[in-house]
């Protein structure tokens, strides 16, 4: 069962930057960042395949948010620039093994960090 540990988050004044990091014990082939906002349901705002580097965004995130992967140490970053307060929030990594159906989706994850939470002040 692959583990997952995410790290990097903070508080932050609206218009700065954050990385977010998670550690894994491995790759499953699509990995995604989620994010969580009290009173809201979780969504999706990045997804990388693993294996090919097709990155997949939500319009409401394109240009602010970058997912990358390093193989050799196993992590997933979510970079995110211009920070908004609405883009406060827990997130979370999280990973699949099968590419059908929408990567949005959450309840096609199996595997789950414990999230990092992002706070952003105005």
């Known amino acids: 069962q692959v583990q997952l540990e995410e790290s990097g988050g903070g508080s932050v004044q609206a218009g700065g930057s954050l990385r977010l990091s998670c550690a894994a014990s491995g790759y499953t082939n699509v990995m995604a960042w989620f994010r969580q906002a009290p009173g809201k349901e979780r969504e999706g705002v990045a997804a990388?395949?693993?294996?090919?580097?097709?990155?997949l965004y939500p319009d409401s995130v394109k240009g602010r948010f970058t997912i990358s992967q390093d193989n050799a140490k196993k992590t997933l970053y979510l970079q995110i620039n211009s920070l908004k307060p609405e883009d406060s929030a827990m997130y979370y990594c999280a990973g699949k093994r099968t590419y059908s159906g929408d990567w949005r989706d959450v309840t096609r994850y199996a595997v789950w960090g414990q999230g990092t939470q992002v706070t952003v002040s105005s």
């Open positions: 990388v395949y693993t294996g090919s580097g097709l990155t």
